[in-house]
């Protein structure tokens, strides 16, 4: 089996310089990068190929995924980026091989950095080499970054090495092309088919006919290396049934060998704690992803529906006055409650053209870490984060009292939403500050979410919903109204926890801080411990989705 290298790379190139040419040889007229991007799993995307897709001016797809792939790597810079569609011409038919690498010649020769995408690594089972090959004819210079292949890493996903100790054979075939003599692979130990999903009966019949035992394991994987991978573990004798009752018709991965076996010790992907899981993350746009990127390392399937739009003040001038005051030394401390005040206090800074110097003297508080590091993103290091809970009452704990020999100045400013309580104002005024509590930002209801979203929320088609605020449960049952009572809820914390009881939400998860991390923590949690309950009553494992039961424990 070939073994993929993320570092290794070929080229092909011929001299730019006219005198230095070899007579014959024709002049470079462009480049491109063949670049793999493995077999579904943007996480087994190698840095060198990351690298590319970020600096690229043209970029050639191959499968619709790739565009999610360009949306998550590129963010609002793939509005400036050139994408084109490499599977399917103008009239929308399949693009032919030929085809294609016209495709990628012609665009290579333009200016800018060029690159093609290919599914899985470009030489291995895939059209890479073809289109290299029409690029050095061209005289296009080209470079390959191998990707993870399909062939290694969907087992892998699955749960099933293709090698052992003992048995060292792999054979790799695929079956959608041409006709294929089976029988000559009825002693291969450990036989890998691609693209089997539609004649795994004529393969299996075909194995056993040849006097391949019925009872050989079988295991096909669909949709590999991502949260919608499917496996079906049969035997030669049942594939063919076993396939269709799953209604297996995806791009598949199929292993036939005893090595499948070894998937029930060492399954580790489909036994996340929130595999398949789809969860529901009311937040701001902004403030979502960390999170969600903690739900996909559990296994779930995060769909972001945004609930809060922040906005100006409506009057600025507060702001405006507070801001200066800040300049000239009105302050003897700021207090940062969230990653919307420094983003609102930091585009004021922008607004005046100044920077984080003038923040030389006045001493910083962050609210918590998640804060601390927005606020350390900007070049100014935080005085004090609380050291114990994460929250306005644990940066109370900590904060100093006002001593008038050891402070000049006994004022606090405090930039934040127009919806936030006064416990922190009273707390510091208690330690005898004077407070300026000053509208940064408004946090308004967001715009109702497409139809579809708003019916799987109503229907229980969401199998969890993490709350990371009250203002995220009022707005949400607002805007899309309640969640089905089969919907796991999560809180990050007991206020949130309180507003969802008073909108009828009976609360199963709570987290054991108010951070994501925690809320995605306590929510893997709650499912592990599910997941081992099924496992131990001997019932198929299902998704809260998948199973109306209304009662619910509290985590």
């Given at each position: 089996m070939?073994?993929?290298?993320?570092?290794q790379?070929?080229?092909?190139?011929?001299?730019?310089?006219?005198?230095?040419?070899?007579?014959?040889?024709?002049?470079?007229?462009?480049?491109?990068?063949?670049?793999?991007?493995?077999?579904?799993d943007?996480g087994?995307?190698?840095?060198r190929?990351?690298?590319?897709?970020?600096?690229?001016?043209v970029?050639?797809?191959?499968?619709?995924?790739?565009?999610?792939?360009?949306?998550?790597?590129?963010?609002?810079?793939?509005?400036?980026?050139?994408?084109v569609?490499?599977?399917?011409?103008?009239?929308?038919?399949?693009?032919?091989?030929?085809?294609?690498?016209k495709?990628?010649?012609?665009?290579?020769?333009?200016?800018?950095?060029?690159?093609?995408l290919?599914?899985?690594?470009?030489?291995?089972?895939?059209?890479?080499?073809?289109?290299?090959?029409?690029?050095?004819?061209?005289?296009?210079?080209?470079?390959?970054?191998?990707?993870?292949?399909?062939?290694?890493?969907?087992?892998?996903?699955?749960?099933?090495?293709?090698?052992?100790?003992?048995?060292?054979?792999?054979t790799?075939?695929?079956?959608?092309?041409g006709?294929?003599?089976?029988?000559?692979?009825?002693?291969?130990?450990?036989?890998?088919?691609?693209?089997?999903?539609?004649?795994i009966g004529?393969?299996?019949?075909?194995?056993?006919?040849?006097?391949?035992?019925?009872?050989?394991?079988?295991?096909?994987?669909?949709?590999?290396?991502?949260?919608?991978?499917?496996?079906?573990?049969?035997?030669?004798?049942?594939?063919?049934?076993?396939?269709?009752?799953?209604?297996?018709?995806?791009?598949?991965?199929?292993?036939?060998?005893?090595?499948?076996?070894?998937?029930?010790?060492?399954?580790?992907?489909?036994?996340?704690?929130?595999?398949?899981?789809?969860?529901?993350?009311?937040?701001?746009?902004?403030?979502?992803?960390?999170?969600?990127e903690?739900?996909?390392?559990?296994?779930?399937?995060?769909?972001?529906?945004?609930?809060?739009?922040?906005?100006?003040?409506?009057?600025?001038?507060?702001?405006?006055?507070?801001?200066?005051?800040?300049?000239?030394?009105?302050?003897?401390?700021?207090?940062?409650?969230?990653?919307?005040a420094?983003?609102?206090?930091?585009?004021?800074?922008?607004?005046?053209?100044?920077?984080?110097?003038?923040?030389?003297?006045?001493?910083?508080?962050?609210?918590?870490?998640?804060?601390?590091?927005?606020?350390?993103?900007?070049?100014?290091?935080?005085?004090?984060?609380?050291?114990?809970e994460?929250?306005?009452?644990?940066?109370?704990?900590?904060?100093?009292?006002?001593?008038?020999?050891?402070?000049?100045?006994n004022?606090?400013?405090?930039?934040?939403?127009?919806?936030?309580?006064?416990?922190?104002?009273?707390?510091?005024?208690?330690?005898?500050?004077e407070?300026?509590?000053?509208?940064?930002?408004?946090?308004?209801?967001?715009?109702?979410?497409?139809?579809?979203?708003?019916?799987?929320?109503?229907?229980?088609?969401?199998?969890?919903?993490?709350?990371?605020?009250?203002?995220?449960?009022?707005?949400?049952?607002?805007?899309?109204?309640k969640?089905?009572?089969?919907?796991?809820?999560a809180?990050?914390?007991?206020?949130?926890?309180?507003?969802?009881?008073?909108?009828?939400?009976?609360?199963?998860?709570?987290?054991?801080?108010?951070?994501?991390?925690?809320?995605?923590?306590?929510?893997?949690?709650?499912?592990?411990?599910?997941?081992?309950?099924?496992?131990?009553?001997?019932?198929?494992?299902?998704?809260?989705?998948?199973?109306?039961?209304?009662?619910?424990?509290?985590?």
């Open positions: 070939p073994k993929t290298a993320a570092a790379t070929a080229t092909v190139s011929a001299p730019r310089s006219r005198s230095a040419r070899p007579a014959g040889l024709p002049r470079v007229v462009g480049s491109v990068s063949f670049v793999g991007t493995g077999p579904g943007p087994l995307l190698t840095v190929a990351s690298g590319l897709i970020k600096d690229a001016d970029l050639i797809t191959e499968v619709p995924e790739h565009r999610e792939l360009l949306a998550s790597l590129l963010g609002d810079r793939l509005e400036k980026v050139t994408v569609d490499g599977g399917y011409g103008e009239d929308g038919q399949p693009l032919t091989h030929a085809s294609r690498a495709l990628v010649v012609r665009h290579a020769k333009t200016e800018g950095n060029v690159v093609r290919v599914a899985g690594d470009p030489w291995l089972y895939a059209s890479g080499s073809e289109e290299a090959a029409a690029c050095a004819k061209a005289a296009v210079t080209f470079e390959v970054v191998p990707g993870v292949s399909a062939v290694t890493a969907v087992p892998a996903y699955a749960g099933i090495p293709l090698t052992t100790r003992t048995s060292r054979e792999v790799v075939v695929t079956a959608g092309e006709r294929v003599d089976w029988a000559r692979y009825v002693d291969v130990p450990t036989l890998v088919v691609l693209a089997a999903q539609r004649s004529d393969i299996a019949r075909v194995l056993v006919a040849a006097g391949k035992a019925p009872e050989t394991p079988v295991a096909m994987t669909a949709i590999g290396t991502t949260t919608e991978q499917q496996t079906v573990v049969t035997t030669l004798a049942e594939a063919a049934s076993a396939v269709k009752a799953a209604r297996m018709m995806r791009p598949s991965v199929t292993v036939i060998g005893e090595v499948v076996e070894m998937r029930e010790a060492l399954s580790w992907f489909e036994t996340k704690p929130l595999f398949g899981w789809r969860v529901l993350v009311p937040r701001t746009k902004e403030q979502a992803g960390t999170l969600s903690r739900l996909r390392g559990f296994g779930a399937v995060p769909e972001e529906v945004p609930t809060i739009s922040v906005e100006p003040p409506r009057n600025p001038q507060q702001m405006d006055k507070a801001i200066r005051g800040l300049v000239e030394g009105r302050y003897e401390w700021i207090v940062f409650t969230s990653a919307n420094v983003k609102a206090v930091r585009e004021k800074f922008d607004e005046y053209g100044l920077d984080a110097r003038a923040f030389s003297g006045l001493k910083v508080a962050a609210v918590g870490e998640k804060t601390a590091e927005r606020i350390v993103a900007w070049g100014i290091r935080p005085d004090l984060v609380p050291s114990g994460q929250s306005a009452a644990g940066l109370l704990e900590d904060w100093p009292p006002y001593d008038d020999v050891l402070d000049p100045i004022r606090v400013f405090l930039p934040r939403a127009d919806i936030a309580t006064e416990n922190l104002v009273a707390g510091l005024q208690d330690l005898g500050w407070v300026d509590d000053v509208t940064a930002y408004r946090t308004v209801r967001a715009a109702p979410p497409p139809a579809p979203v708003r019916d799987a929320i109503k229907t229980g088609q969401f199998d969890a919903v993490v709350f990371t605020s009250s203002s995220t449960v009022r707005n949400l049952v607002g805007i899309a109204g969640p089905h009572p089969s919907t796991v809820i809180a990050i914390g007991p206020a949130t926890a309180k507003t969802c009881e008073e909108h009828g939400l009976r609360v199963d998860v709570l987290a054991a801080k108010p951070s994501g991390d925690a809320l995605a923590e306590a929510l893997a949690d709650f499912g592990a411990r599910r997941r081992l309950s099924m496992v131990e009553a001997g019932t198929a494992v299902t998704k809260p989705s998948e199973r109306r039961a209304p009662a619910r424990r509290r985590s």
